[in-house]
Nanobody, 123 residues
């Protein structure tokens, strides 16, 4: 069974850095397009950054120049490097990715969400 497993959240001081990881596990030949979202209690989930299978990236204006999304296809993992963190970045961060459900070339892809990881920036 395919799933996305996130790691790397935690508590950091203002100006600090964190790196989130999102790994696809199970029988899969990999991740296609992927993105990181965040959600604050009572607010809508928002897209923070995205990356295509070819490596093209996009960022929300609020994180441009501070966050970097990347991927390691050999490890079926997508990362979010977060620098110069501020209290407004505090949220639960979710990974979303189209994951191939199988190891064959004809395996279909399906959208999966990670379990979410809490990032807290303390002032």
């Amino acid at each position: 069974q395919v799933q996305l497993v996130e790691s790397g959240g935690g508590v950091v001081e203002v100006g600090g850095s964190l790196r989130l990881s999102c790994a696809a596990s199970g029988s899969t030949r990999g991740i296609d397009d992927a993105g990181w979202y965040r959600q604050v209690l009572g607010k809508q989930r928002e897209l923070v950054a995205s990356i295509t299978s070819g490596g093209t990236t996009n960022y929300a204006d609020s994180v441009k120049g501070r966050f970097t999304i990347s991927r390691d296809n050999a490890k079926n993992t997508v990362y979010l490097e977060m620098n110069s963190l501020n209290p407004e970045d505090t949220a639960v961060y979710y990974c979303n990715a189209d994951v191939f459900e199988g190891i064959h070339w004809f395996s279909r892809k399906k959208a999966y969400w990670g379990q979410g990881t809490q990032v807290t920036v303390s002032s």
